[in-house]
Nanobody
Framework: QVQVVESGGGLVQPGGSLRLSCVASGSIFSINDMGWYRQAPGRQRELVAIITSGGAPNYADSVKGRFTISIDNVKNTIYLQMNSVKPEDTAVYYC??????????????WGQGTQVTVSS
């Protein structure tokens, strides 16, 4: 079993910054990649940023140049540094972790989500 826990959400003013964290723990042999997704009310969940264990990131066009994803492989933790946030960044942010468990079976787990609200 793998647990994925996000933290760091909250209320931030437009143009401000926020840092999200996500820890994966439990029966983890190796991580393939971890990513951040978000879902705004009435909209589908969408990819924000994803990073491989090797540190290669990919971003949604809407956040390129503003958000930065990073990974700490020792801690099985990823971070999302959100700068120059906009009201349209308001959403529940979910963390996803994919990898192999101790039994060498693939896993794909989601966290419970953390709310990010951008408002003055």
């Amino acid at each position: 079993q793998v647990q994925v826990v996000e933290s760091g959400g909250g209320l931030v003013q437009p143009g401000g910054s926020l840092r999200l964290s996500c820890v994966a723990s439990g029966s983890i042999f190796s991580i393939n990649d971890m990513g951040w997704y978000r879902q705004a009310p009435g909209r589908q969940r969408e990819l924000v940023a994803i990073i491989t264990s090797g540190g290669a990131p990919n971003y949604a066009d809407s956040v390129k140049g503003r958000f930065t994803i990073s990974i700490d492989n020792v801690k099985n933790t990823i971070y999302l540094q959100m700068n120059s946030v906009k009201p349209e960044d308001t959403a529940v942010y979910y963390c996803n972790a994919r990898g192999l468990g101790f039994t060498k079976r693939a896993f794909n787990y989601w966290g419970q989500g953390t709310q990010v609200t951008v408002s003055s």
